[in-house]
């Protein structure tokens, strides 16, 4: 068989085991492009399907532990509006979606039935799992046509600790090929598209996990970020989403994409509807004490203190700074907007607001990745982090069926394949590139160490507020840069994506602009319609200090409570 | 000037500046083996100076916080010392004693008596540091001739903390040139000898403070241990010394070797005669946090209720593993003597010990170090993590001078100059090492946690006790593998070292041998002559979990305590 032949045979099969009765009979049409509200008035889902379905994390663990609801219900009423979702946007469905005999689900009820007890933290709630963490005897395909068949032996240790939890781990979802990319496109299952406007994308590569958990297909999804892969389709879909620092949750077992690239350490994180879904999964994981299952996870348990913001003034009177741009391309007028929405919210609820001076955000970038913008100001343009060897790597996973790499968005693809050599650079000039990331790194912290004169609580700033993109959702193949999220890839600052509203065309207009920082941002600008973002959410990154998602999910809060005050002030 | 001139005129003017008065009159002649008690009866130093030298870290900084003694006082009194330990060890000299005014250390002595109050936790305490680890305005060679005359514009962080706890940094000491061997030896600074007997190694690459805190030269010194360089050193020369994990203690603004070597990283760690300098100097880096700093280290505190052995029953009854061989070499008569001293004091204290399976030990060294014994097994011989682009670092810091890259201890130089590539090996190449790596940190966990079957405590082994080397302090030159410490810095555990006895010919004696694990096992079998190393000083290794660097110390206490009593009963 050809790799065609086996994508198209593998994507036939794909709806193949779904109860016919949960399909939808009234699917919106195919130009209709906010599908968003759909799943919610869709005649495939009840009464009870809803309400269970637009339910925060907290309330949905209170009534699966009071018995209100059952798990078998619970994961029911998920599991059909996930494949509403999934006739809307194409999230991509797999897992125990092959053979939906909810057994183990059963099993939950039981246990609270005869002991009166949960199972755990997580007891009875459904969990989505990107494509590549392993579930035992469910596919990875990780978006490469010979992964194709690919049955995975065991779990995966976040899905034994979520099991251990309680939790239910019921879908898997879409990527891209390669994992490397900020769409989400691949031979096997095609394209998600964006649930607020199916013209646009919906972010990668986890931006199956966007989609779906945007349609509240799902209350808690985890994906993987290398260099924005959670909070892009996070920020372009309009959910909730949290990249942690390196090895606070585990990664064993998954399957990935540039196997052994230790250099920049992807990670897995949490997305969800509400800020509490983030915080439930990351304190539910650690309190399992990961490090005894994967040698990886640092030994360092949930601080209840670092939480209550103890390095941080107690989160009396926090000083947030605002990126207005990072000094390389300047973000669209709505990304502005919602920093400017963010600033007024944080003011009002009393808290500081200063400008956040970006430090060396080209060379960060151009560490990482090679990029035009940089080229002409740093030797060695050839090298970067990524491109050391990724070209090798992609070729072992598309070799076998000669499926071709994708080229269609710019990011890494285009210029990787035109460009790079196919064996890449030597061990020593990769060594010299972490010298570099290393330097960046230890600058930065001083950088930031240094604004304790600016702030007037004696303490540095507290967290940096960032836009995730220069851009909210584009259309499908002009992701073109993710430098707004690898910063924090490369320095290892967590990131919580927040939403923040969406774009307007009355009040996003285009504005005249005559200087440019370079032809990367000339390019930008001139991309810019706000007609074509037409309803795109609008999100901002809230980053903190490595190793601190306690402080970062606290901050959080505070911060999404100061919008959520300012908007029912409106 | 050539490499050899370079180098002659850095030495001679070497003692230059060290007051004439404190040079000693009376050295024992160079056929003397063990000088280690010399110091102690030497006429340059006073009956205050053997005192101050001979007491603990904590004695010393009760005395000091007391103003029994001025820092003045304890810093000359060390440094006289530490003259009279170069002229008999070589341990190397620089830094303050390069112009000894002691103003610094002046300030301390004003501070507490203006105040009442010590400066920190250190306060008033001499420590003295690797080469590497940068003092401003003082030369660090590294063992380069080619380095000479390079004078560190600023502090590195560990000496920043250090003195802002009161600490004074007052010597700096020998390594071997590319720090990557286990003994102590370069063009510029000839070799450091072990105190205990000088015709055996004093270890390395941190082999300078090895010698000069067994002679009490220093009462707490810091090295770096990237395959055991912190603890062969101490091992060898009877001290205690700990090999943190990963980016716990901060290594920022330190020079190195084979910068940009991220796989196996190089960590800091202190040597001292008594576990409670080990901890005190632990503590109190911790407490300054020193992740503001430099942004490798870890965001975690020091914790107390890790100290009291939470995790390990609370320290009531533990279950020690004895690694007597590692299936690769078996160690000499007095190595296996120490193992079975510390068995049997371990038992007589109530606590349990059951036999360590070795797993892999042969594949976690060939991934790090090419190695003759598991080559056959192994495919991808020249590839290994240290020979990456070794040939390449080295030549980029001999070539200015046309220096010689040493080749004489075995380990590592021999067939690295011999056998290698100068190109080294590809990035891609790398990233398949590390996967390696990461499966053998993942399976030698499950190993660990598979032991909760045999110990009758409900939990796993609580730590690893093992040989530091297959033999005590071989000759100059001899000191072949490192594979007994290697293994704790590829899966990264702690390792303490603690003294247990010296090699006694009478005890120690060779017994007759027919079957060997390999060629290596014979030749360091038949090596073996317990005359060749009398009265070197015989040690073991306590290997503990990632990151647990506080249970490690504590349960290093119980195993001190345990060694104590036991030779007390004698």
Known sequence: MTWKQIAAEKKSHQLDSVPKEWLSADLPPSEALSVIDFPGESHALSTLDVEITESSVASLLSNLASSKWSAVQVTTSFYKRAIVAQELVSFFLIGKADSPNFTDFRALDEHLQKTGQVVGALHGLPISLKDQISIKGIESTMGYVSWVGQFAEKNSVLVDILESLGAVPFVKTNICQTL????????????????????????????????????????????????????????????????????????AGCVNSLEGEDSILSVLGPLSNTLDGIKTFFKAVLSKEPWQMDPMVIRKRWSEEEYRLIDHGNGEKLCFAIMWDNGVVVPHPPVRRGLEITKKALLAAGHQVIDWKPYKHAEIWKNFNRSRVS????????????????????????????????????????????????????????????????????????????????????????????????????????????????????????????????????????????????????????????????????????????????????????????????????
């Open 180 to 251: 490397m990319w900020t769409e989400t496109f691949n031979h096997v299952f095609g394209r998600t598209t964006n649930p607020y406007n199916r013209s646009l994308t919906s972010g990668g590569s986890s931006g199956g996990e966007g989609a779906l958990v945007a349609l509240k297909g799902s209350p808690l999804g985890v994906g993987s970020d290398i260099g924005g892969s959670v909070r892009i389709p996070a920020g372009f879909c309009g959910v909730y989403g949290l990249r942690p620092s390196y090895n606070r949750i585990p990664y």
């Open 375 to 570: 080229a002409p100001a740093i030797p060695n343009f050839e090298n970067a982090i990524w491109n050391a060897a990724s070209a090798e790597d992609f070729k072992v996973s598309t070799a076998p069926t000669g499926e071709p790499v994708i080229a269609s968005m710019g990011l890494l693809q285009d210029e990787l394949l035109s460009r790079l050599s196919p064996i890449g650079i030597s061990a020593f000039e990769l060594w010299k590139l972490h010298k570099i990331k290393r330097d960046l790194r230890q600058e930065y912290l001083k950088h930031w160490e240094e604004t304790v004169s600016q702030t007037g609580t004696g303490r540095p700033v507290d967290a940096i507020i960032s836009p995730m993109a220069p851009y909210t959702a584009p259309p499908h193949g002009m992701n073109k840069t993710a430098q707004y999220t690898m910063w924090c890839n490369l320095l290892d600052y967590p990131a919580m994506i927040i939403p923040v509203t969406k774009v307007d065309q009355a009040l996003d207009v285009k504005q005249p602009r005559q200087q440019f920082y370079n032809v990367d941002d000339r390019e930008n600008y001139e991309r810019y319609d706000p007609a074509t973002h037409e309803n795109a959410p609008v999100s901002i990154q809230i980053v903190g200090r490595t190793m601190e998602e306690e402080a970062v999910i606290a901050m959080s809060e505070i911060v999404d409570k100061a919008l959520r005050g300012a908007k029912s002030k409106l």
